[in-house]
């Protein structure tokens, strides 16, 4: 099992729309959470992190974070062709390690 | 904009050729990482370290040394080359074990 798992997709979304990605991890003592997006052939960059349980919002981004589900999830309002792009979620485990998941694709329909 | 930087961006090299591919950061992190990855694919660390003259190996045998002399720079080197080695090295570097990563652009290494 791996330690921090995201659905592959491809997760297709109708141009302003909410995009939902979903992230769960297996390590209870993880701490900090970090979502980031990578374009076809870029390198990955910081969308959002978060650290306490609920909600963080940012423009048009919203992490949620359960920690008693150990679950993370980044909500995308108002969905554009540009959000088009893999997502990869991080946590810093117990050990101090960033442990990514895999990534889901998501695809914005115009 | 994040000061790390990859050199170089694409490398094209014949089998069994050493080769060392430079990352350089500016924000005097103590941390830095190398992660391989395939297009579409998850990143695979290989190799990280957590200061001056500390290294170790990620979870991925890549065949590969590093070295960390000075804090700003992490090189990478592969002894030598083989087609399975053909990827996209990524560098990265944080502050501490709570803030966010920041990644070079990445070398694409093709070994023929």
């Known amino acids: 099992q791996k330690e921090v798992e995201q659905n592959s997709g491809p997760l297709s979304v109708p141009e302003g729309a909410i995009a939902s990605l979903n992230c769960t991890y297996s390590?209870?003592?993880?701490?900090?959470f970090f979502w980031y997006r990578q374009y076809s052939g870029k390198s990955p960059e910081l969308i959002m992190f978060?650290?306490s349980n609920g909600d963080k919002e940012d423009g048009r981004f919203t992490a949620q974070l359960n920690k008693a589900s150990q679950y993370v999830s980044l909500l995308i309002r108002d969905s554009q062709p540009s959000d088009s792009a893999t997502y990869l979620c991080?946590?810093?485990?117990?050990?101090?390690?960033?442990?990514w998941g895999a990534g889901t694709k998501l695809i914005i329909k115009p | 904009e994040a000061d790390i930087y990859q050199t170089p961006r694409y490398l094209v090299i014949g089998t069994g050729k050493k080769i060392t591919l430079e990352c350089s950061q500016t924000m005097g992190h103590d941390k830095m990482y190398w992660y391989q990855q395939d297009p579409g694919m998850e990143l695979h660390l290989i190799h990280y370290s957590y200061g001056v003259n500390s290294t170790e190996k990620g979870d991925l045998s890549s065949e590969s040394t590093v070295s960390r002399i000075r804090t700003e720079h992490f090189p990478l080197t592969l002894e030598s080359a083989r087609p399975s080695h053909t990827s996209q090295y990524l560098c990265a570097s944080r502050q501490n074990v709570d803030t966010e990563a920041f990644f070079g652009q990445g070398t694409r290494l093709t070994v023929v």
């Open positions: 991080a946590a810093r485990s117990s050990n101090y390690q960033l442990i």
């Open positions: 390590d209870r003592g993880s701490q900090s």
């Open positions: 978060i650290y």
